[in-house]
């Protein structure tokens, strides 16, 4: 084989490209992908007032005495008197009385109101961090803005998480709509209530005791085979839906607030070392948890490591292997960090496609502090993206980042992302089906130093919306 070496010079930097290590046959023809514009207002659950009930345990990871609960309502009556809307009774719950936001201080057998009345059939975001028993160390927060400040003590933990109603007998049943109920064993700031509230967690955040985000079933349909509602968080907290018809628009799945940021459709691998169902803690398997069991094999030393709450694999002379089929049209989505900060290695590839044997697809690499996205057009020619220099899209920052590349067959565009932007595109045309390596390029000689923590593929050509909403659905567990 002929090694051949083209210095390619463009807009924003230089990348110097071995392209022996980065042999790409063309893919030719046009294809049609389904492609999301938006990204759409998941499911909620619909309570009728009369018996609905959503009845989770008295687990220990519920009994708290410092923590945070929150979530979205919506009603034009909840009702007379007390209406529960989640919680746990005797313990910290939000009400609604006469439809006013309060929470009830089982300590000194009083109502801590806001004052503020919540009947006018409009979402709201409703939130209580709460520090037993110490002046002042209760915050009611809707729509995240601080509505009162007060004191509440917690009785006792003897009964289990409740949505739509508190327990029997006080029962105090709910009418109207919930979504995306979390429950925290930390408190929240104000900012933390207000980044998040309108974003799908992962599941995986610090301090999530459990998260209902109530996306199940089909919004107004038939959902009468689903028994329990889904805890997100890596707990077992699932949830017993109780007395509800699930047919039709009330007491029912229906449309939620809250978005579905975490996008499913066309998710063909989704790898997160945050998540105990994708690693949990030992092993050799890297677990997916996109339903479509490809698992990846980690190989040649990857070390687990657990930093700061933030749980991910350390890459030095290691990769991940992955039997990956894809699509003319891709989308691959990173989460990385180096350890490299002097820029001293020639090449770092953070994921590649191909074997030795079989001419790879494109590969993410990173080359003298810029990082280049390399892909063919139909003759076999190499263009690259390269979007910056170590001050703007640094790859050895030593922070954690998000890398996505979306590969559009339709346009014949590769697009490469920083951090949810768009920074930069070439010519694609190739859809070589092969391995997927993370961690390295094909030949297994340029290796990725630092962590790699969550991946995610696609097997469709993600839009510009999408890959922020990814972003900003998966940041909060790398601290920004």
């Known amino acids: 084989m002929i090694k051949k070496y083209i210095l390619t010079t463009l807009l924003f930097g230089v990348c110097i490209i071995a392209t022996s290590q980065i042999m790409l046959p063309a893919y030719q023809g046009v294809f049609n992908t389904k492609t999301l514009s938006t990204v759409e207002a998941s499911n909620g659950l619909n309570f009728d007032g009369v018996n609905d009930r959503v009845i989770s345990t008295n687990d220990v990871k519920f009994q708290i005495s410092v923590g945070t609960i929150e979530g979205w309502i919506k009603t034009g009556n909840a009702g007379s008197n007390y209406r529960g809307a989640f919680g746990k009774t005797f313990a910290y719950f939000l009400f609604l ?30 939130a209580m961090s709460f520090n037993s028993g110490v002046t002042n160390g209760t915050l009611i927060y809707i729509d995240g803005v601080l509505k009162s400040t007060t004191t509440m003590t917690i009785k006792s933990q003897e009964h289990p998480f409740t949505i739509g109603s508190s327990v029997d007998p006080y029962v105090q049943f709910y009418n109207g709509s919930i979504d995306d109920v979390r429950v925290w064993n930390v408190i929240r700031t104000q900012t933390e209530i207000l980044d998040n509230m309108n974003a799908e967690l992962l599941g995986s955040e610090t301090g999530l005791v459990a998260y209902y985000p109530l996306n199940q079933g089909i919004a107004a349909g038939d959902n009468t085979a689903i028994a329990t509602v889904t805890n997100k968080s890596a ?16 007491s029912n799945f229906v449309s939620g607030k809250v978005p579905s940021s975490l996008i499913d459709d066309g998710l063909i691998l989704s790898l997160d070392a945050n998540n105990i169902n994708s690693y949990s803690g030992s092993g050799s398997t890297w677990n997916d948890v996109s339903g479509n069991n490809r698992n990846g094999t980690l190989l040649a030393g990857v070390t687990y490591t657990n930093e700061s709450e933030i749980k991910y694999f350390n890459f030095s002379s290691s990769y991940v292997a992955i039997n990956l089929p894809k699509n003319p049209s891709m989308t691959y989505f990173v989460w990385a960090k180096s350890s490299n900060a002097s820029c001293t290695s020639p090449y770092m590839v953070l994921f590649s496609t191909g074997t030795v044997t079989a001419p790879a697809d494109p590969q993410l690499f990173f080359r003298a502090c810029y990082h280049c996205w390399n892909t063919q057009d139909a003759n076999g020619n190499n263009f690259l993206i390269s979007p910056g220099v170590v001050a703007n899209y640094s790859a050895h920052s030593t922070n954690w980042h998000s890398y996505a590349v979306v590969n559009d067959a339709v346009t014949n565009t590769a697009k490469l992302y920083y951090d949810g932007i768009f920074v930069g595109a070439a010519v694609y045309k190739n859809s070589k089906i092969a391995n997927f390596n993370i961690g390295n390029s094909v030949n297994l ?11 995610r593929a696609y097997n469709k050509a993600l839009t510009d919306s999408e890959i922020m909403n990814l972003y900003i659905s998966t940041k909060g567990v790398f601290g920004f």
């Open 97 to 126: 009385y006469n439809n006013e936001l309060i929470i009830y201080d089982w300590g000194a057998l009083v109502n801590r109101s806001t004052g503020i009345t919540l009947n006018d059939n409009t979402w709201h975001h409703i």
């Open 235 to 250: 707990n077992a907290l699932n949830g017993t839906l109780t007395n509800f018809t699930k047919t039709g628009e009330t």
């Open 445 to 455: 000689n340029a290796p990725w130093q630092g962590g790699i923590a969550n991946v």
